[in-house]
């Protein structure tokens, strides 16, 4: 017969069906609630209490179906928990059978091994043996035959002269060769002393040639050049201009074929202001320095590509997680932040390379470009560097120099690529990229308003620069073929 029950037990058994925790936490501290209490509370919860309030309804309702939901999920766990225990018996049996299988085989193996090798010793006393007796029987059958054997004294007197005459045409022979090589080796000493002291006779001859007054001539003899690295020669302007002659290459050509020789200086001339003609020289400079930046370019895009492939791989090995590490490092991203990393490894668009370039170094005619390779006017405050001759007093920074050019390009991209005062130009080059539009110079040379202290006067001048020489024309630019050093007689 089943059990009444009372108003306030059907009470707490719907706040049990509608999981209200307040009810629960009572009844669990074991302080009793009076029905009205109990009331206030389910619809403080916005539970409806039943008019014709019966236990079976709401048991049969809600209480059995998810006490059997429940029980069937419990099951289902308990199977699935049982089928994977299965599994992993069944692939612990499999290693430990693989295992003891293999070891049996390298045992059988070495036992074989062993075999062969003992019955190999027990050959070689009988093999010793008749070796022995083969040879002793030989010797003995030689020597007895010697022995027995008659000697005709004409005949050994003829076998001791022609042993005689043998070793005496042989030493001849080894004499002369060693007389004559002597000789030969004489000749040539003889012959080259005089040659030397000629050589220094000239050079004496001519001690008023100044080597500061030679020209350095820089010979290139094919046109289809694929890399030229110019070593510190002190070029001058005009030995410069030749070398672009030689090479066919100008500014023309590049902004119709959209693309560069690489030819790369590691420094400026040091007579390039002296060039009469301003649109010569700012030809002159952009020739020197776009392949530079063009370079860096393309090697930032090098790095990207192997970004995104590392990006979507599952799996990494040790040298990929160390070159990770190392752009983390060169970029200054924290907490191995990819995604950031990815925002930082872009480029930086030519017009505004070439366009800060000319602005910061006086179109390569500066002292700092002159002195230190410093295009980009870099401050620093603990590196080597150029001290401004205007500094304040109460200033220490440094213009910070470079061994060659490049150099330069290259920290003048990490440094807008990394510091937090460029923050912005950053995140306008993120926008055009996830738009799918082309990184354009225009479009972001009013984020570099911290370059200068001029400020938004800087950056019209940046735009005046790219506008006026046609700077937006070097965008697509890319080098020609692939990277090989060709070696130039200086």
């Known amino acids: 017969m089943k059990k009444k029950l009372s108003y306030r037990d059907k009470l707490i058994e719907l706040a049990y ?16 609630l009076t029905s009205g209490q109990l009331e206030l509370i ?18 049969d309702t809600f209480v059995k179906p998810i006490s059997k939901a ?29 295992k003891r299988n293999i070891n049996r085989s390298f045992q059988n193996a070495w036992t074989g091994l062993g075999k062969i ?47 005689f005459v043998i ?29 030397v002291k000629k050589e220094v006779k000239k050079e004496v001859k001519k001690p008023e040639v100044k080597k500061e007054d030679k020209k350095p001539e820089l010979k290139v003899k094919r046109k289809d050049v694929n890399e ?60 020197i320095v776009l392949p530079l930046i063009v370079a860096e370019n393309e090697r930032i895009l ?33 907490k191995g932040d990819l995604n950031e990393l990815m925002n930082r490894m872009d480029i930086i668009p030519t017009s505004i390379a070439l366009a800060q370039a000319a602005k910061e170094s006086g179109w390569g005619t500066s002292r700092f470009a002159l002195e230190g390779n410093a295009i980009y006017g870099q401050w620093t405050w603990s590196g080597q560097g150029i001290a401004p001759l205007n500094r304040d007093s109460n200033k ?14 290259k920290a003048y991209k990490n440094n807008l690529n990394t510091h937090k005062s460029y923050e912005a130009f950053r995140d306008r080059r993120l926008q055009l990229r996830n738009k799918g539009k082309k990184i354009n110079g225009l479009e972001l040379t009013e984020t570099l308003k911290n370059y200068a202290q001029t400020g938004s006067e800087y950056t019209k001048i940046l735009n005046q620069i790219i506008t006026q020489n046609r700077l937006t024309d070097f965008e697509p630019v890319k080098l020609v073929g692939s990277v090989k050093q060709i070696e130039l007689s200086s």
């Open 396 to 409: 220490s920074h440094k213009i910070l120099k470079f061994p060659i050019l490049r150099a330069s390009v």
């Open 42 to 59: 389910l619809k403080k919860n916005k539970i409806i209490i039943p008019k014709d309030f019966k236990s079976n309804f709401f048991k």
């Open 17 to 32: 069906i509608y999981d209200v925790k307040e009810i629960k936490d009572y009844q669990k501290s074991r302080k009793n």
């Open 117 to 163: 090798g003992l019955n190999f010793l027990n050959i070689i006393p009988k093999l010793g043996k008749v070796v022995y007796d083969f040879f002793g029987d030989l010797f003995t059958n030689i020597f007895n035959a010697i022995y027995n054997q008659q000697i005709d004294p004409k005949k050994a007197r003829n076998v001791i002269i022609g042993f």
């Open 167 to 195: 070793v005496f045409a042989t030493s001849i022979t080894i004499s002369a060769v060693n007389y004559f090589g002597d000789r030969e080796l004489t000749k040539k000493v003889e012959v080259k002393k005089p040659e």
């Open 302 to 334: 090098e790095d990207r590509e192997k970004l995104k492939f590392l990006s979507d791989k599952k799996f990494t090995t040790d040298l990929e997680k160390q070159w990770l590490r190392q752009k983390l490092l060169e970029y200054k991203v924290k």
């Open 70 to 98: 429940k029980l069937n999920l419990i099951e289902f766990k308990e199977d699935k928990i049982r089928a994977k225990n299965r599994i992993l018996r069944k692939a612990e049996n499999f290693k430990h059978d693989t």
């Open 228 to 287: 030229v690295v110019l070593p510190n020669l002190n070029l001058k302007t005009e030995t410069v201009l030749n070398l672009f002659k030689d090479v066919d290459y100008t500014l023309s050509n590049v902004r119709v074929e959209k693309l560069v020789k690489p030819i790369y200086f590691t420094q400026f001339p040091r007579d390039l202001e002296t060039i009469q003609s301003s649109k010569l020289k700012k030809e002159t400079f952009i020739q």
